[in-house]
């Protein structure tokens, strides 16, 4: 049974640096794709940042416009985590951040929830003064 377990969100001022984990449990997860989405209120759930296998153990990272140059996604694979450090926080990346898995190598779209085959519970990243 596949699991994850988001961490570390919690309030921060603008300009802050602020990392969140993904604890993934149930198998392994070198070959697929591990992702951060976030959700604020009203809004729908957006894409942040992936973590993807290409092959012979090529990675990429891919982030969204807003976060680019901001944020960094890594992973520690014998830890079975990926994480989402975060800088120059501002009050507009206010969400609860979301950890997500999509099996394999191919997406139609890496930004869309729907490629997404599991989910965490999400944990609260609040920036304000």
């Known amino acids: 049974q596949v699991q994850l377990v988001e961490s570390g969100g919690r309030l921060v001022q603008p300009g802050d640096s602020l990392r969140v984990s993904c604890k993934a449990s149930g198998r392994t997860f070198s070959r697929d794709a591990m992702g951060w989405f976030r959700q604020a209120p009203g809004k729908e759930r957006e894409f942040v940042a992936v973590h993807r296998w290409s092959n012979s153990y090529v990675y990429y990272a891919d982030y969204a416009d807003s976060v680019k140059g901001r944020f960094t996604i890594s992973r520690d694979h014998a830890q079975n985590t990926v994480y989402l450090q975060m800088n120059s926080l501002k009050p507009e990346d206010t969400a609860v951040y979301y950890c997500?898995?999509?099996?394999?190598?191919?997406?139609?779209?890496?930004?869309?929830?729907?490629?997404?085959?599991?989910w965490g519970q999400g944990t609260q990243v609040t920036v304000s003064s």
């Open positions: 997500a898995v999509k099996s394999g190598r191919y997406a139609s779209s890496w930004a869309s929830v729907l490629e997404y085959d599991y």
